[in-house]
């Protein structure tokens, strides 16, 4: 085979490879397609509640992303779920407590504030009080180490 | 030595602490609350068209599987799912599948190519996999002949895993009625 022709198996193989790897998500997506279609409702109040619920749970496939934003098929088929439940007359409280039943507290992205969860609330809130109280006793120390050396430096002026 | 000293370790050995026992655990395993709990009750269609629900398997250590065609690891729990079917074949034992997130003639296909007379139901809303708390595939529950969850493993199976959970729950007397909770999520699903 030529230079040329190498050249061009060698392009093509590449491309192919960069076609295959930038379609992958869609094949998967299409693999895991929901089989039942999300339909919304025209009632802005129910859908209102969908969305500030759906935002709030933790997307099992996704796990980084909230039920609201994934786009998995999983979280399509867990918005309608939500959709109706909340239409039969349960309350969003009722909805996501069957939720955090089956999935447990990991369903939900703001870990509700009791027990060994008061940490996840408690620390940053303790971390930025003791990063302040440093601070205060630095500036504390360079104030009254400052007045000393002024102190000092007066009284050696006033020898001079 | 001066509290301000002292101060320092003191709030510095609680969050090192902290971090290290967040570092040490796998991310990817997540406590489910079912085990020990009644399993949620189903019926739906198998991928041979035929009605089941888990009633309808009172009685008998079910093992529960919930997989896909797209799914690489579902693969390799596979064969020790044969092994089970096979070994146990005399015994109050049942393997059932869910296909998840997954087209019917996919998963009949995937069936067909890979072994197994066992029946697995389709799950058009994904009911069955949210009632189950199903994160992704492969997940299996077992069930004790009580009709409780007693094991829900996230990953594939192996065959220790499932000798030993299968043998125990085979083994453990039955002390009262077997008993499933009705879905809230009305996990009845249609057919493929």
């Not at chain 1, 509640?49 to 935002?55: D, F, K, M």
């Not at chain 1, 039969?88 to 999935?103: D, I, L, Q, W």
């Not at chain 1, 302040?132 to 120390?141: C, D, E, G, K, Q």
Request: glycine letters at 8%; one cysteine or more.
């Amino acid at each position: 085979m030529s230079e040329l022709g190498r050249n061009r198996s060698t392009w093509l193989a590449l491309s192919g490879l960069l076609l295959l790897t930038a379609a992958a998500p869609a094949l998967q997506g299409a693999a895991q397609e929901p089989a039942v279609a999300e339909a919304r409702v025209d009632d802005p109040v129910l859908e209102a509640q969908v969305r500030e619920l759906a935002s709030k749970l933790r997307c099992p496939t996704c796990r980084a992303l909230s039920v609201e934003d994934s786009p998995s098929g999983m979280a399509q088929e867990m918005r309608v779920l939500i959709r109706e439940q909340l239409k039969s007359g349960k309350t969003p409280a009722e909805v996501e407590a069957y939720f955090v039943e089956r999935y447990g507290e990991w369903i939900l992205l703001k870990p509700t504030a009791s027990g060994f969860n008061w940490t996840v609330w408690l620390l940053p809130v303790l971390m930025l009080a003791g990063g302040l109280f440093f601070v205060f006793l630095t500036a504390r120390r360079w104030v009254e180490q400052g007045q000393a050396r002024a102190a000092h430096l007066d009284g050696e002026e006033r020898e001079i | 030595m001066s509290w301000k000293k002292l101060l320092i370790p003191a709030l510095a050995i609680p969050i090192v602490a902290l971090l290290a026992y967040g570092l040490t655990r796998d991310p990817n395993i997540v406590e489910s609350p079912l085990p020990g709990r009644p399993a949620f009750e189903f019926s739906s269609q198998t991928l041979d068209g035929e009605d089941l629900g888990l009633s309808d398997l009172k009685g008998k250590v079910v093992v529960l599987n919930f997989w896909a065609s797209w799914c690489v690891a579902c693969i390799d729990e596979h064969r020790v799912f044969i092994e089970a079917e096979r070994y146990y074949a005399d015994r109050e034992f049942q393997m059932l599948g869910v296909v998840y997130q997954d087209e019917a003639p996919n998963a009949r296909r995937w069936m067909e190519r890979m072994g197994g007379d066992w029946p697995s139901l389709v799950d058009p809303a994904s009911r069955i996999a949210i009632d189950y708390g199903v994160y992704g595939v492969p997940e299996t529950y077992f069930i004790g002949k009580d009709g409780l969850i007693a094991h829900k493993q996230i990953g594939p199976v192996n065959s220790m895993l499932m000798k030993q959970l299968v043998d125990s729950l085979l083994a453990a007397p039955v002390t009262g009625e077997p008993s499933a909770t009705s879905s809230a999520a009305g996990t009845e699903a249609g057919g493929s």
